[in-house]
T-cell receptor, first 111, second 110 residues
Framework: GDSVTQMEGPVTLSEEAFLTINCTYT??????LFWYVQYPGEGLQLLLK?????DKGSNKGFEATYRKETTSFHLEKGSVQVSDSAVYFC??????????FGAGTRLFVKA | NAGVTQTPKFRVLKTGQSMTLLCAQD?????MYWYRQDPGMGLRLIHY???????AKGEVPDGYNVSRLKKQNFLLGLESAAPSQTSVYFC?????????FGPGTRLTVL
């Protein structure tokens, strides 16, 4: 079945460091790909998405490119801030109404 | 717009007690979902609904029941709570391919 695999955390970085969180997927058909973010004590919220191969999703300085050839959707940010500390979930949707989430990667950013 | 709201925010139950979690949305979305989130386990889908009057089982439905009598509300029931149901419960709606989450209910079963 469809699945999402993302790097285990926690990831600990200093402020202004470069961030990469790896995500790969397995899916039949042509999924849409997502990154959701969960801040402490809150529900998940959409960070960015891409709906077809080679699309780049971007938001709040975060970027991810839909790579069909490597079945990947890695999340990157050039300079992280303390306020980026959160749990990040990679996800995919195929067939319309079910979202498959990865296990989540916790990011800690130190001042 | 309130978006997705969940009631209550916190609850402590004793084993064997029952309760209902309420999810309400004002976005007119057809699809609604109940997830549980446990440390190190990510999100697991309990039940979902693709429209008013419909419900379906997700990945971990045992011990839970749901109802969707009105489009805007999706109720999650625990008939006889067990300590294994201690978790944070999230409701979500979906429009097109994007999900919108409520703030969560933290449930402890003693």
């Amino acid at each position: 079945g469809d699945s999402v695999t993302q790097m285990e955390g926690p990831v600990t970085l200093s402020e202004e460091a470069f961030l990469t969180i790896n995500c790969t997927y397995t899916a039949t058909g042509y999924p849409s790909l997502f990154w959701y973010v969960q801040y402490p004590g809150e529900g998940l919220q959409l960070l960015l998405k891409a709906t077809k191969a080679d699309d780049k999703g971007s938001n709040k300085g975060f970027e991810a490119t839909y790579r069909k050839e490597t079945t990947s959707f890695h999340l990157e940010k050039g300079s992280v801030q303390v306020s980026d500390s959160a749990v990040y979930f990679c996800a995919l949707v195929t067939g319309g109404f079910k979202t498959i989430f990865g296990a989540g990667t916790r990011l800690f950013v130190k001042a | 717009n309130a978006g997705v709201t969940q009631t209550p925010k916190f609850r402590v139950l004793k084993t064997g007690q029952s309760m209902t979690l309420l999810c309400a949305q004002d976005m007119n979305h057809e699809y609604m979902y109940w997830y549980r989130q446990d440390p190190g386990m990510g999100l697991r889908l309990i039940h979902y609904s693709v429209g008013e009057g419909t419900t379906a089982k997700g990945e971990v439905p045992d011990g839970y029941n749901v109802s969707r009598l009105k489009k805007q509300n999706f109720l999650l029931g625990l008939e006889s709570a067990a300590p294994s149901q201690t978790s944070v419960y999230f409701c979500a709606t979906q429009n097109s391919d994007t999900q919108y989450f409520g703030p969560g209910t933290r449930l402890t079963v003693l």
